[in-house]
């Protein structure tokens, strides 16, 4: 379909031209000063957002994680489930609801504001309420939420099935704390931060709700987008071409990176 | 070294995240008692109880309910009920279909050799390495072209015409599942032993008595497990769902998501803090009843 061509009324006309992919890569005959056709990065500029948006947001969600997941597998055992259960529970409950909450804090009056405001009374300094809802730093925040829960179960997994001899071992020969975490620790827990970067990376990739509650307008991604084209813009063929891309994309990335540090076992765990 | 020792700087680490998952919540609970109707500073709790409701602008001044005003509108709301009861029954139908056709398959793929095998294990993985969008798309371009064609060639019009509905939601929920359950099945039926149903079976029970008798009891922790995975993923879906439902069939997930886009009254928390004990609830009974159970087994 992504092939195809849309209809003045918004079918589909089965065709095979590659006008969609043009149009996605900056190919466009809409151009201000009377050319045939012209350069236009719209779509390549959501692109390139989504994918540093994705990079950013896993690179968080990674340094959030890990402490946890370590503190969680350093518990005693009888105390994890526990710990574990507490990870749980924001992760039960709905995606949007959790949005929503995001939502009220990060607004002009919302809870972040009112206690740095109280915060900057007592310095004496002057403050006005930060407009944070609707940045591109707000659409951050809210995917770092949503997914850090599927970050810290697969590290964890694989922190915990790491033998405490080992640890024994590397004070034996010598190794301090800091050696003996990158040394010993960090190599035997790759296996979950690949599981977790897994589903943390893609997810992120395709998500469109926390960019239009969080981002407004102001941070289209290429969820947003493909969305648009389906429901709003009835034009299916541009966003069949556009979620190929978005497809490919993941693919690509998961690919190289699953060759690199091996495909994470801890997927189905999680 | 102690095992279990962890420096100041993971257990500040801790608490902070700990926070960070937590603060939304709580701050969304407290909300769903905001006396504001307007919701948008937190205006004190609705501080009486009264016969009828009583309005200072868009501040509730006392209500039969008291501070539980919202709850009670929200019980009130026909469209919540609508949307709680079509999310429950997706839910139940498609795990029951998902669970029953995941475990076949994980069987399929535990016992038997065929041609195509390498490439349905590998396929298994497809919902987890594809963004949710794409299957989304993926299935309303089906079910829209599928129905146009069925519409046109039997001249179906008005209310007989085939349109996404239920029955769509609750197919694509079917599909984008049973990899899950398959997968879920799969990790408990690594550690089958084959032999006892080669005992099963010398001892002259036939084919189906066997899988009933000796399979399906040692595998039933992971067809239970893998249908509580499909049951929380139906509750929770909304991108799927948002694609394939039509009218009459809006979920819990589709509703808030509308209302997030129009007008915001601390009716919308008091919905998520009723969602968010619920799931409390659930998981709560789902850990007593695991650690019931690993203990009988020890």
Same mark, same amino acid.
Not at chain 1, 132 to 135: A, E, F, N, V
Not at chain 1, 214 to 218: C, F, H, I, K, T
Not at chain 2, 32 to 47: D, H, K, L, W, Y
């Given at each position: 379909m992504s092939f195809g061509r849309r209809s003045p009324d918004g079918n589909v006309i089965y065709t095979f031209t590659l006008d969609n992919y043009t149009r996605l890569f900056g190919y466009s005959?809409?151009?201000?000063?009377?050319?045939?056709s012209c350069y236009d990065p719209l779509y390549v500029n959501i692109l390139g957002r989504s994918l540093s948006l994705a990079f950013n947001t896993t690179l968080f969600v990674i340094t959030l994680a890990y402490p946890l997941a370590y503190f969680i597998a350093r518990a005693h055992p009888k105390q994890r489930n526990m710990y574990l259960f507490m990870v749980l529970i924001p992760l039960w409950t709905n995606f949007v609801i959790r949005v929503y909450a995001w939502m009220m804090l990060l607004r002009k009056e919302g809870a972040i504001n009112i206690i740095l405001g109280w915060i900057m009374n007592l310095l004496h300094i002057p403050f006005t309420p930060l407009e944070?809802?609707?940045?591109p730093g707000a659409v951050l925040v809210g995917m770092v939420y949503e997914f850090l829960p599927f970050m810290i179960l697969p590290i964890y997994t694989s922190l915990e099935k790491i033998d405490v001899s080992l640890y024994e071992a590397a004070a034996d020969l010598g190794a301090n704390a800091v050696k003996t975490f990158l040394r010993v620790t960090l190599p035997l827990s790759m296996p979950g931060v690949v599981a977790g970067t897994i589903l943390v990376f893609i997810p992120v990739m395709g998500t469109f709700i926390v960019s239009d509650i969080?981002?407004?307008?102001?941070v289209i991604l290429v969820g947003n987008l493909i969305q648009r084209q389906f429901l709003?813009?009835?034009?299916p063929t541009f966003g069949s071409a556009a979620s190929l891309i978005l497809m490919i994309m993941t693919l690509v990335v998961t690919y190289f990176y699953t060759r690199k540090f091996g495909f994470g076992e801890e997927i189905v765990v999680a | 070294m102690n095992p279990f020792r962890r420096s100041p700087f993971v257990i500040v680490a801790t608490i902070l995240v700990y926070i960070f998952l937590y603060a939304p919540i709580i701050g969304l609970v407290l909300y769903?008692?905001?006396? *504001?109707?307007?919701?948008?500073?937190?205006?004190?709790?609705?501080?009486a109880y009264s016969q009828n409701v009583v309005m200072d602008g868009s501040l509730v001044? *006392?209500?039969?309910?008291?501070?539980?005003h919202w709850y009670c509108e929200l019980a009130k709301n026909g469209d919540v009920a609508e949307a709680a009861g079509n999310t429950l029954t997706i839910a139940l139908v498609a795990t029951i279909i998902s669970t029953v056709i995941g475990t076949m398959a994980a069987l399929a793929l535990q016992r038997y050799n065929f041609k195509m095998k390498p490439f349905s294990q590998l396929s298994l993985y497809i919902p987890i390495v594809i963004p949710e969008i794409v299957m989304g798309i993926g299935v309303l371009t089906l079910f829209s072209q599928f129905f146009g064609w069925v519409n046109e060639a039997f001249n179906l019009v008005g209310d007989g015409r085939l349109s996404l509905g239920i029955a769509t939601v609750t197919m694509s929920h079917i599909a984008f599942m049973v990899p899950f359950v398959t997968l879920v099945v799969q990790a408990r039926l690594?550690?089958?032993?084959?032999s006892y149903e080669e005992a099963a079976m010398d001892l002259g029970a036939n084919e189906w008595a066997t899988f009933r008798r000796v399979t399906f009891p040692m595998i039933l922790p992971g067809i239970m497990s893998g249908a509580l995975l499909a049951f929380t993923l139906s509750l929770d879906d909304f991108v799927i769902t948002f694609f394939t439902n039509g009218p009459g069939s809006t979920t819990l997930p589709i509703y808030v998501y509308g209302l997030l886009r129009r007008i915001i009254t601390p009716q919308v928390n008091a919905l998520s803090t009723v969602w968010i004990l619920v799931v409390f609830m659930a998981v709560l009974l789902l850990q007593i009843l695991q650690n019931r159970d690993s203990k009988q087994h020890l």
């Open positions: 005959t809409n151009c201000p000063d009377g050319q045939a944070m809802l609707y940045t969080l981002g407004g307008r102001q709003d813009a009835r034009d | 769903s008692f905001n006396a *504001s109707r307007a919701n948008v500073t937190f205006e004190g709790f609705i501080p001044k *006392s209500s039969p309910c008291g501070p539980f690594q550690g089958f032993d084959k």
